[in-house]
């Protein structure tokens, strides 16, 4: 009998939705430039603090966050992208072989953007806060890659939205609502994750927060 | 009268054209940066001052927006066809829809002429205000007809 199991934490689905909301005001604050900017930069250290957090989540938090448990070999994910096809796909309790690959994607493709970010010049008059760290070549390139990069964000969103409609409305099995509840119906086969405790979440995240601050408000002074 | 008129435009239209037309493209792509970079000097010394980067000064904010508002119809002079290429980040778009540009270009003329009357005010809030509009004049033109 399947039964109801917590396979996601509380640090990873926080972690998902507050990203959500960062993701989207940073896109909508640096479309619109000018004083927003200032918001778009407070918005960029919080998503720099958060994936820093995630990546170190990712080598020592819950079973179902880590990295270990979601990237696999190409033989794999092209298997599971078959079993996807035909209709039967393999069943699994954390991110399967593509979530998983996305998350990675999606890890390193907003860790760049943040850098780049700290050290970009918009070229209306305002600088980011790293930017008189370096030459101005190398901040012209880096804004280049921020500007370029925010487009490649935009497509793996769409990509990662209809992954997540495809699952709902063909394969009916919604994957969203575990990313709120936290809950999955899981086979019996499978055993529960184990997962991490509050505490140590806590802990990672006060110190990519305080290495952010640092950088920011000391480093950058 | 109306047709000497129509006639003496014409013949101004035709000196502008074969002025520009002497003018190598490298040369007008070079004075263009140069006007652009002068007019970011300039402006990001505003946004240092309305950010909390540097004092403000009212003085240097005024001899800061009297210099951009003199500089910014400078570089449109130097978008002559042809130079989309070459060391420049122009986009074609420059003049397949040049109408698009002008008016691009009339609504950053129309915001400097609006911060160097505010920075006469001494009111920094507004100042901030004014920045704000004006550099998402800059923007608008850079995310429609600069390459990233």
């Keep these: 009998m399947p039964r109801i199991v917590q396979v996601w934490d509380v640090p990873v689905r926080l972690f998902h939705w507050v990203l959500v909301v960062l993701v989207v005001f940073s896109y909508t604050t640096g479309q619109l430039g000018g004083n927003w900017l200032a918001w778009h930069f407070r918005s960029g250290y919080c998503i720099l603090a958060l994936v820093l957090f995630r990546i170190v989540w990712g080598l020592f938090g819950s079973q179902t966050a880590r990295f270990s448990d979601f990237i696999h070999g190409p033989g794999r994910v092209i298997a599971y992208a078959r079993s996807l096809l035909k209709g039967a796909s393999m069943f699994h309790a954390g991110h399967n072989p593509m979530g998983g690959m996305m998350v990675v994607l999606m890890l390193v493709l907003l860790l760049v953007q943040a850098v780049t970010g700290l050290f970009s010049d918009d070229d209306a008059g305002t600088r980011a806060v790293l930017a008189d760290k370096v030459s101005d070549s190398t901040v012209s390139l880096l804004s280049s890659i921020h500007r370029i990069n925010v487009n490649i964000i935009l497509a793996c969103v769409v990509l990662h939205v209809c992954a997540a409609l495809f699952y709902l409305l063909v394969k009916k099995d919604n994957l969203i609502k575990p990313m709120f509840t936290g809950h999955k119906l899981v086979p019996d086969e499978h055993p529960a994750p184990a997962l991490a405790g509050a505490v140590p979440a806590l802990i990672i995240v006060a110190l990519a927060g305080a290495f952010v601050a640092w950088l920011v408000f000391v480093y950058a002074r | ?148």
């Excluded at chain 2, 047709?3 to 000196?15: D, K, P, Q, S």
């Excluded at chain 2, 109408?99 to 009111?123: H, P």
């Design chain 2, 1 to 148: 009268m109306k047709r000497f008129t129509v006639a003496l435009l014409c013949l101004a239209g035709l000196i502008s054209l074969s002025a520009q037309a002497q003018m190598k493209p490298e040369d007008a792509i070079k004075l263009r940066q140069s006007a652009m970079k002068l007019i970011g000097y300039n402006f990001g010394s505003i946004g240092a001052m309305v950010n909390d980067k540097k004092p403000y000064n009212k003085d240097e904010a005024i001899r800061n927006a009297t210099n951009i508002e003199g500089l910014v119809s400078q570089p449109w002079e130097f978008f002559i066809p042809g130079t989309d290429k070459g060391e420049t980040k122009a986009k074609a778009d420059i003049f397949k829809d040049a109408d698009k540009f002008k008016a691009a270009n009339e609504r950053l003329q129309t915001e400097a002429a609006k911060l160097l009357q505010v920075s006469k005010s001494g009111d920094m809030a507004a100042l901030k205000t004014q920045f704000g509009a004006t550099a998402q004049a800059c923007k608008n033109c850079h995310d429609n007809f600069r390459e990233k």
